[in-house]
């Protein structure tokens, strides 16, 4: 009689062991599931990572190539600027060479001719420094989203 309840003693104990390892096991399975589940949604976070680093990239070439294209603007504006003072200066010298007297009518003319000249380089030069006044906003908008995106932005991701 003894031996039958140590028995049942002992069924009872492996009874119990097998309740806690199936309740182990599934306490594993599930953690296994959402190891998965977590290593998926990594690889989606590492991918809208790779695919705004590369946004980032090409945001920084077109802020490089607008930066560029600003310089030779103004490079430009500068040289136009500078070959109209020339010439006027130019033609200014070639008329007091030739001993033209101020009543002449080729000073006359000059006259007519070169404040129409300069309003219209000033009208062009202050369109071009309009542009280039928004090309540089635009710049600074591009570096600040770009610093944003590489510094702050990449790290903002990970909270």
């Not at 600003?70 to 001993?99: C, F, N, P, T, Y």
């Not at 300069?118 to 600074?140: P, Q, V, Y």
């Amino acid at each position: 009689m003894q031996y039958l309840k140590e028995l049942d003693e002992l069924r009872y104990h492996l009874t119990a062991t097998k309740t806690t390892t199936d309740a182990s096991a599934a306490s594993a399975q599930s953690a296994q599931l959402q190891c998965f589940a977590l290593l998926k949604e990594l690889d989606e976070k590492n991918h809208s990572l790779k695919e705004h680093e590369d946004h980032v990239q090409r945001l920084a070439e077109q802020l490089d190539n607008w930066e560029n294209d600003l310089q030779a603007r103004e490079l430009s504006k500068k040289q136009l600027k500078d070959e109209v003072m020339r010439v006027e200066h130019d033609i200014m010298e070639a008329v007091a060479k030739a001993g033209v007297n101020k009543d002449c009518e080729l000073w006359k003319l000059l006259d007519e001719v070169s404040p129409k000249n300069l309003e219209k380089m000033n009208k062009l030069l202050t369109g071009k420094a309009e542009e280039i006044s928004r090309l540089k906003d635009e710049i600074r908008i591009l570096s600040a989203y770009r610093k944003l995106k590489t510094g702050n932005g990449i790290a903002g991701m990970y909270l």
